[in-house]
């Protein structure tokens, strides 16, 4: 297999070591990224060790703050002229209200701004790259999601936590498949997966206890998109346990796709550079 230099976000704990661990022992580059840089010190030599491999790298960044958001994508541009794979993993669980900077809700901030404004600054690197892919973690909870309260947004003022962390996952999948679009003639894709019910910090937060099944399945379907031959054709899907599946009615919906697209836009500043630029990712 062609060695690949892939970002995983998140990859100090859970399904994005996991997946940062299998990727390391197929051969590829791995840049693992995580916000406490002793803990991420810790897990790089733990995976050098397990792995042998001498082709990890560590970055950190707290992705609810969108400046380190930025800083983490100079960073790898700085150290690497092109990215082939970026995987956006992280994300969590917030059993209480919490407001990131801007106001935004911290759930909303980290898994849905973040990996929008990180995507859209790596952009040019992945662009560098023979061939590229964007694979965002979705979950299965988007489908609990009747109705979007758009008025509600960003800063979730009335808070339900599930209900929160379903729409943050929502925004991924109309994401996923409204940057597909952006893509699409270019030399890279974008996709989305659920992981299934994995056993991490995230799943312990919501319900309190430990279950669910073992990270490195989650990480199976992660490294699927990452690195398959036959995944390499396809542009805007979302997946469960490796295969594609028919995401809910609301994330197939034009305008939902849009709404929260246009809302990247603006809560990121990559709105005027975007617009202005015209096909910016051919």
Same mark, same amino acid.
């Given at each position: ?89 992280? &994300? $969590? ?29 790596? /952009? ?47 925004? $991924? ?5 409204? /940057? ?15 992981? &299934? ?5 995230? /799943? ?20 699927? /998109? ?57």
């Amino acid at each position: 297999m062609e060695e690949q230099t892939i970002l995983v976000t998140g990859s100090t704990d859970g399904i994005g070591k996991a997946t940062a661990h299998a990727l390391a022992r197929q051969g590829h580059r791995v840049l693992l990224h995580g916000r406490n840089r002793g803990k991420g010190r810790a897990v790089l030599e733990e995976l050098e060790e397990a792995t042998g491999s001498d082709r990890l790298a560590l970055f950190i960044a707290d992705l609810s703050v969108q400046e380190r958001v930025r800083g983490l994508a100079e960073e790898v541009g700085e150290t690497h002229d092109s990215l082939d794979v970026l995987i956006n993993n992280a &994300g $969590v669980f917030m059993p209480e209200r919490k407001v990131a900077p801007g106001g935004i809700e911290m759930t909303f901030a980290v898994n849905y701004i973040a990996p929008f404004l990180l995507t859209h600054d790596l /952009l040019p690197l992945l662009s560098a790259s023979r061939r590229a892919r964007v694979v965002n973690v979705a979950s299965i909870a988007h489908r609990s999601v009747r109705s979007v309260d758009w008025e509600n947004l960003p800063g979730f003022d009335d808070y339900d936590a599930y209900d929160t962390y379903a729409v943050s996952k929502l925004g $991924v999948v109309a994401f996923t498949a409204r /940057l597909a679009r952006v893509l699409e003639g270019t030399k890279t894709t974008a996709n989305c997966l659920h992981p &299934g019910v994995i056993d991490t910090k995230l /799943l312990r937060a919501y319900t309190g206890e430990q279950g669910g099944a073992p990270p490195e399945q989650g990480a199976e379907v992660e490294v699927y /998109l990452a690195t398959s031959p036959d995944a390499a054709a396809v542009n805007g899907g979302y997946f469960e346990a490796t295969r594609w599946a028919r995401p809910s009615p609301l994330a197939l919906d034009p305008e939902v796709r849009e709404r929260f697209w246009e809302m990247g836009l603006d809560l990121t500043g990559v709105e005027e550079w975007h617009r202005s630029s015209g096909k910016a990712y051919a």
